[in-house]
C-alpha cells in the first residue's frame, strides 16, 4: 500500500451524516444514531476509495477559540447558544445530535482510529498543524472551503471536499482552486479574508467580492501586497483603495483568523490505519449491538479488513 494519509474534518462528516440519515435511525433504547450510523459509512467509503495507510480524525476542542473572538467578535457568534466564561461556548447543535457525539467518539476509539484535538483550537488548526509535518501525500476531507489554503500539488496534498455530498466528492487540487476562483491554493486564506465569509462571521472588505479580489491578488500577490499598493496610491481605483482604507482594522486581524495553525503541540498519538484483529472486531461488533449500528459496523470493518 502506498503511504498516504486521511485527514478527517470529523464534525463536519457528523454533520453531513446526521443530515444525510433519518433521526428515525434509533438503537434499542430509543437514542439517535443516524449520525453514528452515517460517519462509520463515510469512513468505510473514504478508505474503500481512497486507500490511506494512515487516518485522524481530528477534532474541535475548541470550535470558537477566544482567541480568535478577540480578534474578529463577530467570529462564528450567529452559532453561539451559551457564551462561558474561561472556556469553550456551546454551539447551536440539534439535541438528537448532541446526544450522539460522545457515541461518535467511543466508536470511533472501538476501531482504532486515531481522535487528536488541541486545546483553545479548532480541528481545522489540527488538521493544518499535520498536514504541514506530513512526510507522506495527505488528503484533507471536509465540506470547508477554508482548508483550500492547506493544498499543495508539490506535496500531494489535495482536498477531498464533500460540499456536493458523498456521490459527488470532488477531489481539490491547486488547478482546481484557480480554475474555480482565479487564486492559487497559496492565496486563499488572502482571498477568503478579502471576500469574507458569512458562515464564519468574517465580514471581509466591503465591496470587495471574489472577482475583485481575485483581480487584486493575481495582480500584486498577496494581501500584504495589496495593501502595499493601496499605501502608494497605485495600482487600484480610488474607489477600492477607499474601501481598503475603511476595512484597514479588520485586515490588521483577521489574516491571523482565517489562517489555520501549522504548529500544535498534539502529542504521541498511532495514525497508522487500524487493522481489526479478531478481539477488535468482536469489541466492535459488541458496541454495534449496543448501539443498533448493524450493517454501518460491518462496512467500515470491512473496508478497514
Not at 430509543?30 to 478508505?47: C, E, Y
Not at 476501531?111 to 493544518?128: C, F, K, P
Not at 474555480?180 to 468574517?202: C, E, I, M, N, P
Amino acid at each position: 500500500m502506498t503511504s498516504r494519509l486521511m485527514l478527517l474534518d470529523t464534525a463536519s462528516l457528523y454533520f453531513r451524516a446526521f443530515y444525510g440519515v433519518p433521526d428515525t435511525v434509533r438503537s434499542a433504547d430509543g437514542t439517535p444514531v443516524n449520525a453514528v450510523r452515517g460517519l462509520l459509512d463515510i469512513i468505510a467509503k473514504l478508505v474503500t476509495a481512497y486507500e490511506p495507510s494512515h487516518i485522524v480524525a481530528c477534532w474541535d476542542d475548541d470550535w470558537r477559540p477566544q482567541w480568535r473572538v478577540d480578534l474578529i467578535p463577530s467570529y462564528k457568534s450567529h452559532r453561539v447558544v451559551e457564551v462561558v466564561a474561561g472556556g469553550p461556548d456551546v454551539e447551536e447543535v440539534p439535541d438528537p445530535l448532541e446526544v450522539q457525539v460522545p457515541i461518535i467518539r467511543e466508536a470511533l476509539a472501538t476501531l482504532g482510529i486515531a481522535t487528536v484535538g488541541a486545546a483553545q483550537h479548532e480541528a481545522d488548526d489540527v488538521i493544518g498543524t499535520l498536514a504541514t509535518r506530513a512526510t507522506q501525500p495527505v488528503d484533507i476531507v471536509t465540506g470547508d472551503r477554508d482548508l483550500f489554503q492547506l493544498i499543495d500539488d508539490a506535496r500531494d496534498i489535495r482536498v477531498i471536499y464533500t460540499a456536493r455530498g458523498m456521490s459527488n466528492l470532488e477531489t481539490i487540487t491547486d488547478e482546481v482552486v484557480f480554475a474555480k476562483y482565479g487564486v492559487h491554493a497559496a492565496q486563499y486564506a488572502d482571498f477568503a479574508t478579502l471576500r469574507g465569509d458569512t458562515s464564519d462571521g468574517l465580514p471581509g472588505v466591503k465591496g470587495v467580492g471574489e472577482k475583485t479580489a481575485a483581480t487584486l491578488l493575481a495582480a500584486h500577490g498577496d494581501l500584504a501586497g495589496i495593501r502595499a499598493a493601496v499605501e502608494r496610491g497605485e495600482g487600484m481605483s480610488a474607489a477600492v483603495r477607499a474601501k481598503f482604507a475603511s476595512a484597514s482594522d479588520y485586515l490588521d486581524v483577521a489574516p491571523k483568523v482565517v489562517a489555520v495553525a501549522s504548529d500544535l503541540d498534539l502529542g504521541e498519538f498511532d495514525a497508522t490505519l487500524p487493522r481489526p484483529d479478531e478481539a477488535a472486531i468482536a469489541r466492535a461488533t459488541e458496541f454495534a449491538g449496543r448501539w443498533s449500528l448493524g450493517t454501518s459496523m460491518d462496512r467500515v470493518l470491512a473496508a478497514l479488513a
